[in-house]
């Protein structure tokens, strides 16, 4: 027997051995164990689950996680169980982070892995992977992010085996001899469906579209407005893709031409990513595809990183802005609702990169058109997502503001310009009053 063929039996051996079932992988966590589970369709939802039912017998346990799928232990009486730290809310942690039975860790998504490093234990790790291939490598699939670092520092790493999760290329590999446990799953990966496009989104996609020029590196976060972007982007040539979110809409772009990473100054011919959410569609694209790369956040989100392509192009969303460009993309007021997420990373990432753009884009109202989303400042609570020394452009539906190197009274005019004009008058009144104009 030669020597490959006998080490992949080796692997073989010791996958059998390490499989278990999700009751016996949660029965390792101990009271005051802390863990940590990846962003999204990282999450081991089998070993998530079977460590909720269990949560009664379990007391001071921390959850350490950038965004969650389960609701199992997002209940008022889990805290003193099971306390989840969430370093960016989703549906299923919003709630018990803004009514105080979670918390919330502040941060840039590109340092979360030395949060991690440097301030947080980890007993446990747990994270879903492709199938373990003939070397006993598997890969983190869909969620790399700090999924590396997790599994690098936590004393016991739980698996949870899919054989839907595509095998991706990048720096994403775990090895079947740093694993203690191992679950297989044959439930559906996570799928994100994909909205429809509103005329407010079509409209500001087109003016964005228009400002941007072949060969761009595009950032793009989800919904309604970067789809509309990629329909728009069909027919540009000689895109690159620097990512930190991989989408559906980007699949398009990648199938159509107009996506070929033929300009990059690094990772040329590839399109990067740290995590990928959206339809069947976009597992199956990613599955063994060499022009894809998944990297951890660390490199892929680090603003210097990001600049050294040309042209780079981020647009992420916003809840709020005000006449100094101020943006508040995570909080009602005081109230937490996502988090900071990679926007201040790939906003300062596209302000670094020779002939860099960062857009900025919101709908110009809420509430039905009853109230104004540029407003003269900030509600009072609200957390500055992006700040007024790093905002580039600004867009609604009524147009594009040009901030970055303009004075204070050149933005407030330049904002009230593409706010709802049901408000404009209002806010030229309040800009007075303080005197910015």
């Given at each position: 027997?030669?020597?490959?063929?006998k080490a992949?039996?080796n692997y073989e051996?010791?996958y059998?051995?390490?499989?278990c079932?999700?009751e016996?992988?949660?029965?390792v966590?101990k009271s005051?164990?802390h863990?940590?589970?990846?962003?999204?369709?990282?999450?081991?939802?089998?070993?998530?689950?079977?460590l909720?039912?269990?949560k009664?017998e379990?007391?001071g346990?921390v959850?350490?996680?950038q965004?969650?799928?389960c609701?199992?232990?997002?209940?008022?009486?889990?805290a003193?169980h099971i306390k989840?730290?969430a370093?960016?809310t989703s549906h299923?942690s919003?709630q018990?982070?803004?009514?105080?039975?979670?918390?919330?860790?502040?941060?840039?998504?590109?340092?979360?892995?030395k949060?991690l490093?440097?301030?947080w234990p980890i007993?446990v790790?747990?994270t879903?992977v492709?199938?373990m291939d003939e070397?006993g490598?598997?890969?983190?699939?869909l969620s790399v992010?700090y999924t590396?670092?997790?599994?690098k520092?936590a004393k016991?790493?739980?698996?949870?085996?899919s054989?839907q999760?595509?095998?991706t290329?990048?720096n994403?590999?775990?090895?079947?001899?740093e694993?203690?446990?191992i679950?297989e799953?044959h439930e559906?990966l996570?799928?994100?469906?994909?909205?429809p496009?509103s005329p407010?989104?079509?409209?500001?996609?087109g003016?964005?579209?228009?400002l941007?020029?072949d060969?761009?590196c595009?950032q793009l976060?989800?919904?309604g407005?970067p789809n509309s972007?990629?329909?728009a982007?069909l027919?540009?040539k000689d895109?690159?893709i620097?990512t930190?979110?991989l989408?559906?809409?980007?699949?398009?772009?990648?199938?159509?031409g107009?996506?070929n990473?033929?300009?990059?100054?690094t990772?040329?011919?590839?399109t990067?990513?740290?995590f990928?959410?959206?339809t069947?569609?976009?597992?199956e694209?990613?599955?063994?595809?060499?022009q894809?790369?998944?990297?951890p956040?660390d490199y892929?989100n680090y603003?210097?990183n990001?600049?050294?392509?040309d042209?780079?192009?981020?647009i992420?969303a916003t809840l709020?802005v005000?006449?100094?460009g101020?943006?508040c993309?995570?909080?009602?007021?005081?109230?937490?609702y996502?988090?900071t997420?990679?926007?201040?990373?790939?906003?300062r990432?596209?302000n670094?990169?020779n002939?860099?753009k960062?857009?900025?884009?919101l709908?110009?109202?809420?509430k039905d058109?009853?109230v104004?989303r540029i407003?003269p400042?900030?509600t009072s609570?609200?957390?500055?997502?992006?700040g007024k020394?790093d905002v580039?452009?600004v867009?609604?539906?009524y147009g594009?503001?040009k901030?970055r190197?303009?004075?204070?009274?050149q933005?407030a005019?330049?904002?009230?310009?593409?706010?709802?004009?049901?408000?404009r008058?209002e806010?030229?009144?309040?800009?007075?009053?303080?005197n910015?104009?």
């Amino acid at each position: 027997m030669n020597s490959v063929k006998k080490a992949k039996q080796n692997y073989e051996a010791e996958y059998r051995q390490k499989l278990c079932t999700p009751e016996e992988a949660a029965s390792v966590v101990k009271s005051g164990d802390h863990l940590c589970f990846p962003i999204s369709c990282g999450e081991p939802t089998l070993f998530v689950r079977a460590l909720a039912k269990r949560k009664r017998e379990l007391e001071g346990v921390v959850v350490n996680q950038q965004h969650h799928l389960c609701p199992d232990y997002f209940t008022e009486d889990s805290a003193p169980h099971i306390k989840v730290n969430a370093w960016f809310t989703s549906h299923v942690s919003r709630q018990a982070v803004q009514e105080g039975w979670a918390d919330f860790v502040p941060n840039y998504f590109h340092e979360v892995p030395k949060l991690l490093r440097e301030y947080w234990p980890i007993d446990v790790a747990g994270t879903v992977v492709s199938p373990m291939d003939e070397h006993g490598y598997f890969t983190c699939s869909l969620s790399v992010a700090y999924t590396m670092e997790a599994v690098k520092k936590a004393k016991k790493v739980v698996l949870q085996v899919s054989p839907q999760a595509p095998r991706t290329h990048g720096n994403c590999h775990i090895h079947i001899s740093e694993v203690s446990h191992i679950i297989e799953c044959h439930e559906p990966l996570q799928e994100l469906s994909i909205p429809p496009i509103s005329p407010v989104e079509e409209a500001i996609g087109g003016y964005l579209s228009e400002l941007i020029e072949d060969g761009s590196c595009l950032q793009l976060g989800w919904g309604g407005i970067p789809n509309s972007i990629c329909k728009a982007l069909l027919n540009k040539k000689d895109l690159g893709i620097h990512t930190e979110l991989l989408s559906d809409g980007m699949v398009d772009l990648m199938l159509s031409g107009a996506v070929n990473n033929s300009k990059k100054k690094t990772h040329r011919g590839k399109t990067i990513a740290t995590f990928a959410l959206g339809t069947k569609r976009l597992y199956e694209f990613m599955h063994e595809n060499p022009q894809i790369e998944m990297h951890p956040v660390d490199y892929v989100n680090y603003p210097h990183n990001i600049g050294k392509n040309d042209k780079v192009v981020s647009i992420n969303a916003t809840l709020q802005v005000d006449l100094l460009g101020q943006c508040c993309s995570e909080s009602f007021g005081h109230l937490q609702y996502s988090g900071t997420g990679g926007q201040a990373d790939f906003v300062r990432g596209s302000n670094i990169s020779n002939g860099g753009k960062g857009f900025i884009t919101l709908p110009s109202t809420a509430k039905d058109g009853a109230v104004s989303r540029i407003v003269p400042t900030l509600t009072s609570g609200a957390s500055i997502t992006t700040g007024k020394n790093d905002v580039d452009y600004v867009a609604t539906e009524y147009g594009v503001a040009k901030l970055r190197g303009q004075t204070a009274r050149q933005r407030a005019l330049n904002l009230i310009n593409i706010a709802h004009p049901d408000f404009r008058e209002e806010l030229m009144a309040a800009a007075r009053k303080m005197n910015r104009i």
